[in-house]
């Protein structure tokens, strides 16, 4: 796996101390919605996804969700070149799931939208495999991987990328 780790991608530390959490049944896939640029996964354009994970983790920090985050909201972060960011990691609870199902779930997000990247490319899916069996590996994460919207009300993560889930979220 391509592990970018937050020094790699300038991440700013969380303001105050994780909360850490033992196992989870599994991990919850998310996708960045909105629009991604069409062109994001050009081979040239991985700079872009950088400066995508930077600004989503200021937007979380400053309160962009009504809710003021301790750090980005995600475990980890994939994007279309094969690349899987650290976001808080393994054994830390999340902020990305809903009120009630962050200790349940770790969250990893797919830089993917729902307008111009909208149909995730291999490199994405089986940057998502390695995220799950990072977390698997790492951080006793259970065998099941699930969308945001089971269990919450969200189009999240599209569907596209759901269908993938629904499927069993193998590897292209
Ligand atoms: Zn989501
Ligand atoms: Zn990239």
Not at 47 to 54: F, G, I, N, Y
Not at 66 to 80: F, K
Not at 128 to 153: F, N, S
């Amino acid at each position: 796996m391509q592990l970018i780790t937050r020094a790699d991608w300038h991440a700013k530390k969380p303001s105050t101390s994780y909360t850490r959490l033992a196992s989870t049944k599994g991990v919850k896939i998310h996708y960045t919605g909105g629009k991604v640029p069409a062109d994001l996964p050009d081979a040239d354009n991985h700079e872009k996804c950088v400066d995508l994970v930077r600004d989503i983790q200021r937007m979380h920090m400053s309160g962009g969700r009504g809710e003021t985050y301790i750090d980005l909201g995600y475990n980890m972060v994939c994007c279309p070149h094969r690349r899987t960011f650290m976001g808080r990691g393994p054994h830390v609870l999340p902020a990305a799931n809903g009120p009630g199902l962050n200790s349940g779930h770790y969250a990893v997000l797919a830089l993917l939208g729902n307008t111009g990247f909208t149909e995730p490319n291999d490199d994405l899916l089986n940057a998502l495999v390695d995220a799950i069996e990072y977390l698997r590996e790492h951080g006793d994460a259970g065998h099941e991987v699930k969308g945001h919207r089971d269990g919450y009300d969200t189009d999240c993560p599209g569907d596209p990328l759901y269908h993938w889930v629904r499927g069993g979220a193998e590897r292209p």
